[in-house]
């Protein structure tokens, strides 16, 4: 976008007045054509009508603005997403006559571009450099120029809030998570036991004396220190005398 047009404010609403003594607060009225001819979109070109319209647009700041427009015939159906502009803001009588006016709408927040200025040119051949012609009505031709959408310090601070709060909540779950599941995955989300210490119950860490013999089916249930006892004792009885217990044995023996 060039300069100029980022110097214009978007435009929030457009209309059709009827009479150039009642224009609704903060509207601009386009009056003339580039030209400097009557910019009146009623007039027919044969006979002087007392009836007159005259298009006017509003740059108040307002959560909506104005993102594109359209210039259709009255028994064409409505574009979609397009709301037509059916009467005058002053008098509440027919905007126009054979052709319809209509204007697509989007949230300041969402919309990058909107239109910023609006434009009547008297010939339908003559082109405006860096305007869009939405339409002819009465050999004049409705022009609109698109514009960035400024944005406000306290959008600005909207946009970037959640992203501190991102920062934040990934580096207190990076600490409490353990450090072999960081390497691993690189990814990791906070659960409900993270954090939550785990320990036996007192009532089950009793000691191997404390500990009853139970049988269950036949099966005898010992403690390790028990089973312990019971293999070295085994492991004694099996075991044969040393060789030197032996021959002391026949030694004896033989002497008497």
Known sequence: MSEESNKLDPISA???VSSLTKIPDGYYVVTQTTDG??????KDGLFKSKVTRYLCF??????????????????DPLPESFTPVLETLDKKEAAMRKRRL??????????ETAVCDIQITAKS????????CVGEINNMGIWYRMGDVPRSQSSHQTRSAPKLDAL???SRIGISRPQYQ???SGIYTMTVLDDVPFM???KFSVKPQQMQQVNLMGITIKSLAEIEEEVSRGCNARLPPPPLAQNAKQTVLGCN
């Open 58 to 75: 509003s740059r108040k700041t307002e959560p909506e603005v104005v993102v594109d427009m359209k210039l259709i015939d009255i028994k």
């Open 200 to 202: 036996v119950s007192e």
């Open 102 to 111: 209509c204007v697509k709408m989007s949230t300041r927040e969402a919309a």
């Open 182 to 184: 960081q390497q691993n």
């Open 125 to 132: 051949k003559y082109q405006l450099v860096n305007y869009t």
């Open 168 to 170: 934040h909540n990934t």
């Open 14 to 16: 457009v209309g059709i």
């Open 37 to 42: 001819s009557d910019a009146d979109l009623w």
